[in-house]
């Protein structure tokens, strides 16, 4: 996993997203410019930010955007909601399927991931 990546997102904003968390193959980014192509990523994250507006273009805005992109899955770790959400299976400007679980709750994650994510320390 790749912390505070900057990542080439056409639909957000002018075309750049800096995701709080992008898992993708071991050297995927190696020689590539601060503003990576995103076509390797095989799953996004993001914590949604201090103020409740700000956490709505997070869980809304960000997500379209990363789907747009053809991001395979995104995780959404909703601190004002105590959740977390996982979307997979991009198509246009959406993802085709959602998950949730409460902080302390396990939630399944799509292939190529394929196992629970254990969110106890969350809550």
Known sequence: MYQERGLAVPAYRAGRARVDGAVAPVGNFRGQPSWSDASGVLMVIEVTSGSEQDAEVDRVEKRDAYAQAA?????????????????????????????????????????????????SDLA
């Open 71 to 119: 991001m395979p899955v995104h995780l959404l770790i909703d601190r004002h909601r105590g959740e977390v959400v996982v979307h997979w299976e991009p198509q246009g400007s959406r993802y085709q399927h959602e998950a949730r679980a409460v902080f302390g709750a396990k939630l399944p994650l799509p292939e190529p991931f394929g196992f629970d994510l254990d969110t």
